[in-house]
């Protein structure tokens, strides 16, 4: 399938994007990238009237230092933090996170704001910002507004974001001396994630856990921090048996979602096993 | 005369003629052609599993001055004819009218109602969604074993009055005393699901119509030009019909049978419209709608002696055929083709069950019925190994033909050409050091890491026989065509340079590389003066019943014909050439191009030389030799008979050369996820004589990651309704290279007693035995769990099922 006609407008700034954006509220799609919007304009679940392509805005496609965080166009795309010193220095996590997002063509031209607007319940990169604690930036008619990253995805496909608003740059503090991991299931090497899981811990030199965030994607409608888990670990000696028992708590109050990949009941095993493993293996390092 | 030698460049690892072509994107498929004024065509399709069609209302999209022609079901019944039934269907009791389009009722999900040409696909699509159909939703059908039992929930097909639509039985020796003498019987319920071959290039058809000659033109990528040929002009009515094929992006079966029903309405829009069209299928309107393997269920038991011998095999397959009657037995007549596998057992029994539901068609795919059997063999022959406490590779060596029995003929008639199948289950053994690695095995059981050793064998037939489908449908008075007739010809050029057009198209399995290099020995030429001509076109090509890229046929046909094309054309060149240069054709010799008297360097010509004067010059060609030098040879295979056409006894020969390999499968199972990852795949394999090992070797790499995949969990998965759920490559579970393992193949050919050059088949080979070393293997890492692997795919959320089912 092929999608059906529609107006293109590739704005030069993101003051024209926006006013293009308040002008056709109701009946245009943002396109960046491209790897999640395209897709279901071919297969016509989505018949956007209107197209604006903000892939060419130079202003909204940097990744760099400021101070203690570091700030990313909402433009980058998953290679460029994949590969960016910058983030594998400072935040390795979403270095770690990005560079298993779907294969090599996606991670090309996908972009990090595109893929966190788009709010896929299966998208890996919104588990490492939960843990990350990241700071939203979004841009309208009014101006611009932070969103934490805890407030920013709904449910499925739906973000905070108003709709005369753009993404613009996602803030993530620098996270030295932390150890991370993200770690997924997915039916092939680029698959979306059954169950994906991202872990930041510090630990003290005797092992005690200094400080632990751990986040969820793939599991429900929409990615969470596994408050339980992070809360059994804080403060106390990460071994074995106490990272499993804590593990076993990220399916409390959680549930799974069912699709062809798994069953809730496989969903939320899955979801146990992972967050044991991912914090293992930021403990690895 | 210096002999032609076939095999001069047989065994060379010549460089591939089409790879290069292919790999940087210089193939020409459909989809790269265009004509002049061409529309685009998309088909309007069933949302419902079973469903009456009340009405159809097109008007909007005929209105319309950028559509050019819409089909509806009542097009199709007014301007096509029903297909003929087909040798799978032989054996309904009361014919089934099938057209290319649904016209009274839909039968699954996907099923073509409809389609609209227009002036863009754009707008194509645009128009199907102003077609409003009015369906009355029937009960769906998706439980073959509620129709074994009497209890569907709505009839499909009101003329067979139950969903149950054909049953038979084949018995080959005395199973009843087989049973009755047996030590013991083992008894396994096994299953192996819906899958495909997934080509990367869909079905695709362009189709044109020249109204003043009457002639039709389809470019296609079918398999097999016969069917579309036949379709086309049972459907359309229409004789004068021409057929091109491209370049085809792999076929592995999904390209021989629905693709005919598209092609008939493309043909019909291009009728209707007076302009050619053009259709490609979407991914997933080919999971949806292009043909299924078939989900077949077994109960199976074996008669065992307490040696580990067995004395018999009964099984009882129910078949899932989908919402079509047209492939009602394939996946059980199949089976005929490898029923004993490599096993010298003298009773087998098989009861067949064809059941009709409301899913996508079944169609043949690599192998067909052939994994199902190989994966009831070699599944039973485990159990008995358990049963017994034994080893299961000494089961096998206990129960395999040994090589002085070749040719060796099984109970229903088929006759094995040669094969060591004890010296290919021992070299595999050999290979991964079988004692050492179950050492290794318990060494890391105790340390909580779970490996597992499958270890299977399989035979691999090749080369088609017709009249096979007779054995179940004595009541066929005619044979639906039998043994193998196929065409080449071959012709010297002007310039020197050698044209091949072969009966049968390339589906990408370096056809032209091979062809190339059996004719070069027998014409005295460098293959690489030899090209083959795609696109394969009807107007020119030879034909045959046996001229499809299908049944593991190139070995047999392809390579017979082009031997015999090049013998006779290597006469001719002889017989001019002494003519010209005043000797004897007996006393000439050919090398690389240049025919030469021996002993006489001036007296000499070069096949350009030859050219021009075959061509150009009547007064230097011999009195009374048909002037030109081009030959066609149609083939037959001299070794059919006996067992060609089944007689009372049903027996047959299925296929008529037979390949063999010994898998063995190395896997690691992650029990708390259940994921398996295979370690180690080893083949060790008898593709007999080998023209080029890379093609030979491809095709094994690619058979063996199907087969592996499949049992790992690719496949389709449909709800209660008759819903597809998996109608992309991710969710259908589709491995990418990361998930393939690889594959390690050492060859241990035993040539064919049959075939010129001891050639056998190597296409669907390791896909055969794979599914079944991928159950054993994780069946056997699973042991201390008590998990008993019956039925595919393994996923890993079934393996986790197991796991604690077992324990629970």
Redesign the interface.
């Not at chain 1, 039916?187 to 979306?192: D, I, V, Y």
């Given at each position: 399938?092929?999608?059906?006609?529609f107006d293109y407008h590739a704005p030069a700034s993101l003051e024209e994007a926006l006013s293009l954006l308040s002008a056709n509220v109701d009946d245009a799609k943002v396109l960046a990238g491209g790897q999640s919007l395209l897709p279901l304009m071919k297969?016509?679940l989505a018949k956007p009237e209107v197209i604006i392509d903000i892939g060419g805005l130079a202003e909204l496609n940097y990744i760099r230092e400021e101070g203690d965080h570091i700030a990313i166009g909402a433009l980058a795309t998953y290679t460029d933090v994949a590969e960016s010193d910058l983030i594998q220095n400072r935040c390795p996590l979403l270095a770690q996170t990005a560079v298993v997002v779907g294969d090599v063509q996606v991670r090309n031209r996908g972009t990090v704001g595109g893929g966190l607007a788009h709010a896929d319940p299966a998208e890996d990169l919104p588990a490492a910002i939960l843990a990350l604690d990241a700071e939203l930036k979004a841009a309208g008619p009014d101006g611009e507004r932070w969103i934490p990253a805890s407030e920013f995805f709904v449910t499925m496909l739906t973000t905070s974001l108003l709709p005369e608003e753009l993404l613009t740059e996602i803030r993530v503090p620098a996270r030295d001396g932390y150890k991370t991991s993200y770690q997924k299931?997915s039916?092939?090497?680029?698959?979306?994630a059954i169950v994906g899981v991202a872990a930041c811990l510090k630990e003290s030199a005797d092992g005690v856990c200094e400080d632990i965030s751990v986040a969820v994607t793939g599991m429900t409608d929409v990615a969470f921090r596994a408050e339980k888990v992070e809360a059994a670990l804080r403060g106390e000696k990460l071994d074995d048996s106490a990272i499993a028992s804590a593990a076993a708590l990220v399916t409390d109050g959680v549930d799974p979602i069912e699709d062809?990949?798994?069953?809730p009941a496989?969903r939320a095993?899955?979801a146990q096993?992972y967050v044991e493993r991912t914090i293992q293996a930021a403990r690895a390092g | 005369m210096a002999k032609a030698d076939p095999k001069q460049y047989v065994g060379l690892a010549a460089r591939s003629k089409e790879g290069p072509r292919l790999v940087t994107g210089q193939g020409r498929y459909t989809d790269d052609f265009t004509e002049p004024g061409m529309l685009q065509a998309v088909f309007l399709r069933s949302p419902h599993a079973h469903a009456r069609i009340l009405g159809v209302d097109a008007q909007a999209a005929l209105s319309r001055s950028d559509v050019f022609a819409v089909v509806t079901p009542e097009d199709i019944k007014r301007d096509t004819k029903p297909f003929r039934p087909g040798r799978y269907a032989a054996g309904l009791k009361k014919p089934i009218a099938e057209y290319a389009g649904a016209v009274d009722k839909v039968r699954y999900v996907g099923e073509p109602v409809g389609a609209v040409a227009a002036r863009d696909r754009s707008t194509a699509e645009d128009v199907l969604e102003s077609i409003a159909v009015d369906y009355e939703i029937l009960p769906a059908n998706t439980d073959v074993h509620k129709a074994i039992a009497g209890e569907d929930a709505s009839v499909i097909y009101d003329e067979l009055g139950a969903n149950l639509a054909w049953q038979g039985t084949l018995e080959y020796g005395d199973t009843e005393k087989a049973f009755r003498e047996a030590d013991r019987v083992v008894r396994e319920n096994l299953k192996i699901h819906r899958y495909s071959s997934t080509p990367l290039e869909p079905l695709a058809c362009i189709a044109s119509y020249d109204r003043f000659s009457r002639k039709l033109t389809v470019r296609t990528n079918t398999q097999v030009p016969e069917n579309i040929y036949d379709a086309l002009r049972d459907a359309l009515q229409i004789d004068d019909i021409r057929v091109i094929i491209p370049d085809i992006g792999g076929g592995f079966g999904q390209k021989i049978h629905l693709i005919r029903k598209y092609v008939v309405i493309v043909a019909l829009l291009a009728v209707k419209s007076g302009r050619p069209v053009k259709w490609i299928e979407d991914r997933n309107e080919h999971m949806m709608a292009a043909g299924h393997a078939c989900e077949q269920h077994f109960d199976v038991e074996a008669a065992v002696k307490n040696d580990g011998t067995v004395t018999g095999l009964r099984f009882k397959e129910i078949d899932d055929v989908g919402g079509s009657i047209s492939t009602l037995t394939i996946h059980f007549t199949n089976k005929l083709n490898n029923l004993s596998n490599t096993y010298k057992v003298q009773n087998i029994r098989a009861d067949g069950y064809s059941v009709v539901t409301n899913r996508c068609p079944v169609i043949p795919n690599r192998g067909i019925g052939k994994p199902g059997m190989c994966y009831i063999w070699e599944r039973i022959i485990d159990r008995v190994a358990q049963d017994l406490d034994m080893d299961p590779s000494e089961v096998r060596f206990k129960n395999l033909v040994q090589p002085e029995q070749m040719p060796y003929t099984t109970p229903n008639g088929n006759i094995y050409d040669s094969g060591d199948y004890p010296g290919l289950l021992k070299r595999a053994l050999e290979k991964v050091d079988y004692p050492a690695l179950k050492e290794e095995q318990a060494r890391e059981r105790g340390k909580g890491r779970y490996l597992g050793i499958g270890v299977v064998i399989g035979v691999e037939p090749g080369g088609r026989n017709a009249a096979r489908d007779m054995a179940i449908f004595p009541e066929m008075k005619e044979t639906p065509g039998s043994g193998g007739i196929n065409g080449a010809t071959i012709k010297l050029e002007k310039n020197g340079t050698i044209a091949l057009y072969l009966g049968s198209p390339n589906c990408g399995q370096a056809h032209e590389t091979t062809t190339a290099q059996v004719a070069a020995g027998i014409l005295g030429v460098s293959p690489d003066v030899i090209s083959t001509t795609t696109p394969f076109d009807s107007d020119v090509a030879p034909w045959g019943v046996a001229a499809a890229n299908s049944g593991n046929n190139f070995h047999l046909y392809d390579i017979g014909s082009i031997i015999g094309a090049a013998t006779q054309l290597r006469e001719k060149v002889l017989k001019v050439a002494g003519h010209i240069l005043d000797a004897e054709p007996s006393d000439l010799e050919i090398a690389d191009g240049v025919v030469t008297v021996p002993g006489f360097p001036r007296r000499r010509l070069t096949f350009a030389e030859l050219g021009k004067a075959a061509y150009n010059n009547q007064s230097l060609l011999p009195e009374g030799i048909d002037a030109g030098l081009q030959t066609t040879f149609y083939y037959t295979f001299p070794h059919a008979q006996p067992n060609m056409v089944p007689g009372q006894d049903r027996r047959v020969r299925a296929q008529f050369t037979f390949g063999a390999g010994a898998h063995v499968a190395i896997v690691e199972v992650d029990p708390r996820t259940g994921k398996v990852d295979v370690l180690r795949y080893l083949i060790v394999g008898d593709n007999g004589t080998i023209i080029n090992p890379g093609v030979v070797d491809g095709q094994i790499y690619g058979s063996a990651a199907h087969g592996i995949a499949v049992a790992l969990g690719e496949g389709f998965v449909y709800d209660d309704e008759g819903q597809l759920l998996t109608i992309t490559l991710t969710d259908y579970g589709k491995c990418s290279t990361a998930e393939t393992p690889n594959v390690e193949v050492e060859h241990a050919p035993s040539p064919s007693a049959f075939t010129p050059l001891g050639q056998k088949a190597a296409g669907e080979g390791a896909a055969i035995p794979s599914p079944a070393a991928i159950a054993s293997a994780v069946e056997n890492a699973l042991e201390p769990f008590g998990v008993k692997v019956r039925h595919l795919p393994l996923t890993p959320e079934r393996v986790w099922q197991l796991i604690q089912e077992a324990q629970a």
């Open positions: 399938m092929i999608p059906g006609a297969l016509r299931v039916r092939q090497a680029a698959g979306f062809v990949n798994a069953t496989y095993h899955l096993v | -």
